[in-house]
């Protein structure tokens, strides 16, 4: 009596795991794709601060949706956690650890944009800057935000492609689905340690993140929905 009471069935972690992914998906689409898209000129610091200075409503939007990201990245470690548990206790706890490991150097990042919210808050001790260092620094703290959420995301890389060789064995998934969470932890990889290793990464990102982008973000929305709308029942 005392297990059922406690213990969460496979059914519910997978509406859990599926609507945090989901809902992730959703707000770094928001985050990224609009918000910082939006607001940051590449390599003109005075644009981007005059930028956020005159759209900070929505660049605070931004930040809050990136903790959304955060708070699901948690929800989705634990029910992925308890749902893939029969498969492998072990590299179920380790999927775990990696995608909280991950949110937590996220979070980490996110300091840089409170950096920037205090750079531009036009507060009277900022005076002892001169107005080009201000936006220089503000620049600086958005591409330490990119730089450490970069390294981040090479360790969400190595957690889904745990997350994809479970999916695989585990024998009451689909094995497509392990297969296109593999792809899209190579694709995480080869993006984001190109970032950090490659000097001249910026030069042909965008030719390696057309090609890469649509199997990640096909991988991780599959499972999803999967689990959202599929699932398996306890028996």
């Not at 918000?35 to 601060?49: K, Q, R």
């Not at 290793?197 to 999803?224: C, D, Q, T, W």
Request: proline share 2%.
């Amino acid at each position: 009596m005392t297990n059922r009471i406690t213990d969460i069935s496979l059914r519910k972690a997978a509406i859990v795991a599926g609507f945090a992914i989901l809902v992730m998906a959703i707000a770094a689409g928001f985050a990224v794709g609009f918000v910082l898209e939006s607001l940051i000129v590449p390599g003109d610091a005075a644009a981007t601060a005059n930028t956020i200075k005159s759209s900070e409503m929505l660049f605070r939007t931004g930040v809050f949706s990136f903790l959304i990201i955060l708070i699901c990245d948690v929800l989705a470690a634990w029910a992925l956690y308890v749902f893939l548990k029969p498969v492998n206790k072990s590299l179920s706890l380790l999927t775990a650890w990696l995608r909280l490991v991950y949110a937590a150097i996220l979070g980490v990042a996110l300091l840089n944009f409170v950096m920037v919210l205090l750079l531009l808050s036009g507060a009277d001790y900022l005076a002892a800057l001169g107005t080009d260092q201000l936006h220089a620094q503000v620049l600086l703290f958005l591409n330490a935000f990119n730089g450490i959420w970069a390294i981040g995301l090479v360790v969400f890389g190595l957690h889904l492609f745990v997350l994809g060789y479970l999916v695989f064995k585990s024998g009451y998934i689909p094995k497509i689905l392990g297969i296109l969470l593999i792809i899209a932890s190579l694709g995480y990889l080869i993006i984001n340690l190109a970032n950090l290793l490659l000097p001249h990464y910026e030069n042909f990102k965008a030719i390696i993140e057309r090609v890469l982008m649509v199997p990640m973000i096909l991988g991780e929305l599959s499972l999803a929905l999967w689990l959202l709308f599929k699932g398996v029942n306890d028996e």
